[in-house]
């Protein structure tokens, strides 16, 4: 399965039920949305896990394309007829391109981050929680094997590896959610019991690689905050109902002066 089959099938995804933690009505904005917002930095960072986890199979998705000065006539023709060989698939510049290949032999530099790279790569899962009934679906990096033990690991890209700063971006960006919610799809789907890891990877020279292993306390948070999303969103189907910040029961915020 394509990642865009995945995207278009049944099932809550945990970038959907991320959008929960802000509130359900940016959930239910985000999927009227007839056109995705597609940045340089999302396509930067789609590119790079292609490259880093499917190198083989990057060229089948992902197309380079050639330095020429598009304010000429000769560059204009180039280009056209590079645009005709690059239908259906994403355009990367090659100055993107270079800086992947610089990554990737970066991640070659540190054996326990290629080592939790390599398995089963971008395989789709899905199952129904027995709870609400609601159909849910997850799609992990990458599954593993570290020191006898099954791993999901994620390889993320970060400005920074820096002490503390990594943490920051999980904790803004739901990665504690990202854990719990895969762990339980492979119980579900494999009954197996799985650790969890992230490989992260600064986006500037010398990209910088660190590898994170996340405790089972860790997830188990992230358990229990999918279990509390995944009751919103079912709530809010069950209801029709998509509340911003003030929540069902219209609460009220007061300011209070700070001692």
């Known amino acids: 399965m394509t990642n865009k089959e995945y995207r278009q099938a049944p099932g809550i995804s945990r970038s959907e039920l991320q959008l929960f933690r802000k509130s359900p009505a940016h959930y239910e904005y985000q999927k009227e949305q007839t056109e995705s917002k597609t940045t340089p930095a999302l396509i930067f960072g789609s590119a790079a896990h292609k490259y880093i986890l499917e190198k083989d199979s990057f060229f089948d998705e992902y197309i380079v394309a050639p330095n020429v000065d598009r304010r000429t006539a000769e560059g204009k023709k180039i280009y ?3 645009l005709e060989k690059a239908e259906g698939k994403c355009v990367i510049s090659t100055e993107d391109y270079m800086q992947l290949i610089e990554m990737y032999a970066a991640i070659d530099r540190v054996p326990l981050a290629r080592q939790l790279l390599t398995g089963d790569v971008e395989q789709s899962y899905f199952w129904v929680d027995e709870e609400t009934g ?12 570290y020191e006898g033990k099954k791993y999901i690991v994620d390889y993320k890209t970060t400005d920074s590896c820096e002490n503390g700063h990594f943490e920051r971006s999980a904790k803004k960006y739901g990665y504690q959610l990202q854990a719990g919610m895969y762990r339980e799809g492979m119980f579900q789907c494999k009954y197996e019991d799985y650790g969890f890891a992230f490989v992260a990877q600064e986006k500037s020279a010398p990209y910088c690689v660190r590898v994170y292993i996340c405790t089972d306390d860790y ?3 992230g358990y229990d905050e999918y279990r509390a999303l995944l009751g919103l969103y079912h709530k809010c189907k069950e209801s029709g109902t998509y509340p911003g910040y003030e929540g069902f029961e219209g609460e009220v915020e007061y300011l209070t002066e700070r001692e």
């Open 219 to 221: 997830i188990e948070t």
């Open 80 to 82: 056209a007829e590079f």
């Open 134 to 145: 609601e159909q849910v679906k997850c799609r992990p990096d990458v599954l593993t094997e």
